[in-house]
């Protein structure tokens, strides 16, 4: 038996979610680094976009369905006049446009207003139902790469609706009920351009 604590005379095979041993910080820093180290949620950066130019939509195609079964976006100010953004998936490279998404959508804003937006056959997934300044949030898509089970979503999004001075927040969920593979997400408006906005995609890993 070695008299040194912590040797192995022969290291096992480390994977992501099978690690055995006693680690150093050098250790991890290089298991992490060729995806290795166990590491539950842990959130990657797969693409952000951003743009200072009118745009009706914005695809994310490369979403790396195969290994993340979360995905989280963050819209970071996306304005844009009279327009309420909508979500929509790609199933094996092909855009999801039927009546076939529901949703349900909580509405309040600080002028006291307060709306319940729901529907089960429609071409999208509700995410906001305001307009003009500085539209904020972030959603959560679930099971996207499993094509045994439907497609999920959460989200929150806020707007500073300076047009009719209040501040308006949203909550919701959608889903997509087909059993696909979901490889690609668009993020739309009902109607006209994003003048500007900040889009994020991450991958989380092996959350569930």
């Not at 990657?44 to 290994?67: N, P």
């Not at 045994?148 to 047009?163: A, L, Q």
């Amino acid at each position: 038996m070695s008299s040194e604590f912590g040797y192995i005379p022969e290291s096992p095979e480390q994977s992501f979610g099978n690690n055995k041993g006693i680690f150093t910080p050098t250790d991890i820093y290089d298991l992490t680094r060729a995806d290795k180290y166990t590491n539950y949620g842990q959130l990657e950066l797969i693409e952000t976009q951003t743009y200072s130019s009118a745009v009706s939509f914005v695809d994310f195609t490369d979403i790396k369905q195969d290994i993340y079964n979360v995905h989280f976006i963050t819209m970071t100010n996306a304005q844009g006049s009279n327009a309420q953004v909508q979500m929509q998936f790609y199933e094996s490279g092909v855009l999801e446009t039927a009546s076939v998404y529901q949703y349900a959508l909580q509405f309040c804003a600080t002028s006291g207003t307060f709306l319940e937006l729901k529907s089960t056959a429609n071409g999208h997934i509700q995410i906001g139902n305001s307009s003009n300044d500085a539209q904020n949030g972030y959603i959560y898509c679930y099971n996207l790469g499993d094509s045994s089970k439907y497609s999920f979503s959460t989200s929150h999004y806020i707007d500073d609706d300076s047009g009719d001075s209040r501040s308006v927040a949203m909550f919701g969920s959608g889903v997509l009920p087909q059993a696909s593979t979901v490889d690609g997400i668009r993020l739309k408006l009902n109607s006209g351009n994003y003048d500007s906005f900040t889009f994020s995609l991450y991958g989380i890993k092996e959350y569930s």
